[in-house]
């Protein structure tokens, strides 16, 4: 069946550039996937450029200068479909840990000329600006799943992107607990799944990298984590990584220290 | 397949030798052979080798939300307590292709079947998880709709059961009455014996398989000082630290407003690993894949839980949105509602859910709690009718 080929735009933000590689990462795929849209904006993967608007815009990186703010609009504008994807378009990224401290005052001891330095005091997630159709959580995405993302919009179904915890996917995939096996401290009880248990599988605890899940009772596993030996200190900064300005994290970590 | 009720053979008796003759001569038969083994610091079910790949010295310890592997000093081939996950993962995978569709001008063709896998050896299956087996064959095939994926791989095993020599710290399968001795369910049944003199199996067939198979290894009767040695081990398994009141836990159903349930609540993470470890739990979602083209559609079935948002998603939202309705559906259903369901409780006592809980949640416990009011009830009533049974003579 013929199709039209719908138009692709990758955007980015203030952000590492590591989830539009998991793009490039695709390998394979990518190639499969020219073949079903066409790349209209990827600054990363090529200089050839095609006006908006756009059937579905990929974005990385959060929201961090009035730049970002105006440039966010107008990619919302140009878009049908707005998909977030990584921790800084989903939660304001690790560089959102300056919203937990005085930015004028970073300014003034880094730079030379503060001056020059138009900035917000917040690194904030796309969806605080504009509506988002959907978020792909991670830092950095799963390839996997950006691909399901872009084949279930291109075949108009649902994407089979599950919103419950990390500890399901632990569990389907025969990993055995790191946390009651041996002691580790690990958020995945918390965070969603999706990552491919990347962390459990290699006798790590999961940092959240893919956010708080549907329903995440951080206090619960604090006081565990505690039990298991961690100071409030150290509760604190397993909350505050990746997903820091996430909500569920951020009142998390803001009740030790 | 399994099923005859009692043992078949007199008992026979075999040195590890013998064990590594019996997994070859399954291995000859084509079984896909699965049993206990160390990995990632725990004993887990996995494909087996030869005798060489059981947990040979290694136990564990287990309390709620923490396990950990011990040494022995008697060199015990299953001196652990259980997997970290039952036989479920083999007899019902986490993933199973349902179909696989192809699109074929206005409408599609639906493509043949994978071809079966090989049949399954189960190597060292527990009482309880014989009694959990035996409830999802219920599940899957005891109604009108058999699932013949799960009848078929049952139907194609063999297994070995292997009695328990002692109870785990969450074990409580003599409360539930499932275990530890086990009586049904077989094709072999074996004890682990081990004293100064001598490291066996006593080993017995519950089915013409298993005899045929015990045949083969040509080992002789076992003495009277066996039999008594394997039937101390499986007596002294049955001294368990954890208990459940079976019977008032079928009533939980009857406090959906305890206040313990907002209790339990603010400690249940949500998590869903209860679920995953239960060897009852059957629940599953349905999820639709498709190729970039658009061409090549596949139906899938995975493992879901309770736990979930989506689980009771309907039309217009989820209906079970906060914890307390979550571990509530969870914990009335495995004891108070599979009675209705199934006709018997949905929990063999395994104490699985209890250690793999992250944050060590109990269900005995809380059946308990919760149930507390009404026992206690129940038990003055039958004081009463005691007296007023003697004042009756
Ligand atoms: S290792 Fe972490 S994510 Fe996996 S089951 Fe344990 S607590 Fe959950
Ligand atoms: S286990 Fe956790 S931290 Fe590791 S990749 Fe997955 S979500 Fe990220
Ligand atoms: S409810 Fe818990 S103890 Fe009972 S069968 Fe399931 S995992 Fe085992
Ligand atoms: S307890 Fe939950 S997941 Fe398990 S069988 Fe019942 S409804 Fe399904
Ligand atoms: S009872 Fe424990 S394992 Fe089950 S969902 Fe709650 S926290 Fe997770």
């Known amino acids: 069946m013929a199709r039209n080929k719908p138009k692709l735009a990758v955007w980015k933000f203030s952000s590492c550039d590591g989830c539009q590689l998991s793009l490039i990462d695709c390998e394979d795929e990518l190639l499969a996937i020219t073949e079903e849209v066409r790349i209209s904006y990827f600054l990363e993967a090529t200089r050839k450029v095609e006006k908006g608007p756009y059937d579905v815009s990929l974005v990385e990186g959060s929201i961090t200068t009035p730049h970002d703010i105006k440039a966010i609009r107008d990619v919302r504008k140009q878009s049908k479909v707005l998909v ?153 900064r397993l909350f505050r990584s990746f997903n820091a300005n996430a909500e569920a994290f951020r009142k998390e970590s803001e009740s030790h220290g | ?115 079966p896998a090989a049949p399954l050896a189960l190597i060292g299956v527990r009482a309880c998880e014989l009694a959990a087996i035996a409830k999802q ?20 095993a063999f297994v070995v059961a292997v009695e328990c020599g002692e109870a785990g710290g969450t074990c409580f399968c003599a409360a539930m009455g499932t275990g530890p001795a086990v009586e049904t369910g077989f094709d072999i049944k074996m004890v682990e014996v081990i004293d100064k003199a ?24 076992a003495a009277e ?12 398994a049955a001294k368990q630290a954890k208990t459940l009141d079976a019977k008032a836990a079928a009533r939980l ?26 060897p009852t739990c059957f629940c599953t979602t349905v999820e639709d894949t498709t190729d970039l083209k658009g061409e090549h559609a596949e139906r899938w079935r995975n493992w879901d839980s309770c736990f979930t948002i989506d689980f009771s998603y309907i039309h217009g939202g989820a209906i079970r949105t906060e914890v307390k309705s979550r571990y509530r559906q969870w914990i009335t259903h495995k004891l108070s509602t599979w009675h209705d369901q199934f006709g018997s409780s949905g929990c063999v006592g395994c104490g699985r859910c209890i250690t793999w809980c992250p944050v060590g949640i109990d269900i005995t416990a809380e059946a308990t709690a919760i149930t507390e009011g009404a026992r206690k009830a129940a038990a003055g009533g039958s004081k009463k009718a005691a007296t007023s049974g003697g004042k009756g003579r």
């Open chain 2, 198 to 221: 001598r490291h066996v199996f006593v080993a017995t067939a519950g089915s013409a398989a298993g005899a045929k198979v015990l045949d083969g290894l040509k080992a002789p009767a």
């Open chain 2, 253 to 278: 159903k009857e406090h959906p407003d305890h206040a313990r349930w907002d209790d339990v609540a603010r400690r249940c993470m949500t998590c869903g690993n209860c679920t995953m470890v239960c």
């Open chain 2, 1 to 115: 397949m399994p099923g005859v009720d009692a043992s078949i053979t007199t008992a026979v008796v075999f040195d590890r030798g013998g064990l590594d003759a019996l997994i070859a001569a399954l291995k000859a038969k084509g079984f896909h052979v699965v049993g206990p083994r160390v990995a990632d610091d725990a004993v887990v079910y996995a494909d087996l080798d030869a005798a060489s790949d059981l947990p040979a010295g290694w136990g564990d310890e287990q309390e709620g939300g923490r396990y950990r592997l011990t040494r022995r000093k008697d060199g015990a081939l299953f001196g652990y307590t259980s997997g970290v996950q039952g036989w479920k993962r083999h007899l019902y995978p986490p993933r199973q292709k349902l179909f696989a569709a192809r699109r074929d001008g206005q409408g599609f063709a639906i493509l043949p079947p994978d071809p």
């Open chain 1, 84 to 236: 977030t994807i990584g921790a800084c378009a989903t939660a304001g990224g690790i560089q959102a840990l300056r919203n937990f401290r005085n930015v004028k005052e970073y300014i003034q001891c880094v730079y030379a000329h503060p001056e020059y330095i138009d900035t917000l005091t917040t690194s904030t997630a796309v969806s605080d600006h504009v509506p988002v159709d959907f978020e792909l959580r991670g830092c950095p995405i799963d390839k996997h799943q950006l691909l399901e993302v872009l084949n279930a919009t291109l075949n108009g179904r649902k994407p089979n992107i599950p919103h419950h915890s990390q500890c399901i996917e632990c569990k389907q995939n025969n990993v055995v607990c790191r946390m009651v096996a041996t002691g580790t401290p690990c958020l995945g009880p918390v965070t969603q799944a999706g990552c491919g248990t990347l962390c459990p599988r290699h006798d790590r605890g999961c940092y959240g990298c893919f956010g708080p899940m549907e329903t995440p009772n951080t206090a619960a596993l604090a006081a565990h984590l505690k039990e298991l030996g961690a100071s409030g200190r150290d509760v604190q």
């Open chain 2, 225 to 236: 000082a066996d039999k008594a040695a394997a039937a101390a081990r499986v007596a002294k």
């Open chain 2, 137 to 156: 064959a219920k599940v899957f095939g005891d109604r009108d709709f058999a699932d013949p994926g799960y009848q078929g791989r049952l139907a194609s």
